[in-house]
């Protein structure tokens, strides 16, 4: 079965920084889409990244363009979220999401950023 597994998350001061992984298994990976969501207490969860099928294209909230990088590893089956530049309003838990008619969600990560 699809299994989307995120790590990485944790506690991280003002302006850290934080790699989060999301490893995938129980599909073709290289064959699909993946995102990164985010959703902070009290909020609507939210598109922060997404990546296409090589890699070759990706998309940023307006809010982390410049600060977060996505990025995947078709060869681990793996998609990244490398997050600069932390600030308190980044706090949330970070989902990863796979693309397609039934889209498929991991368990998410807890970053907190505080000082």
């Known amino acids: 079965q699809v299994q989307l597994v995120e790590s990485g998350g944790g506690l991280v001061q003002p302006g850290g920084s934080l790699r989060l992984s999301c490893a995938a298994s129980g599909f073709t990976f290289r064959s699909y889409g993946m995102n990164w969501y985010r959703q902070a207490p009290g909020k609507e969860r939210e598109l922060v990244a997404d990546i296409d099928i090589t890699g070759g294209r990706t998309n940023y909230a307006d809010s982390v363009k410049g600060r977060f990088t996505i990025s995947r590893d078709n060869a681990k089956n793996t998609v990244y979220l490398q997050m600069n530049s932390l600030k308190p309003e980044d706090t949330a838990v970070y989902y990863c999401?796979?693309?397609?008619?039934?889209?498929?969600w991991g368990q998410g990560t807890q970053v907190t950023v505080s000082s």
């Open positions: 999401r796979r693309n397609g008619n039934i889209a498929y």
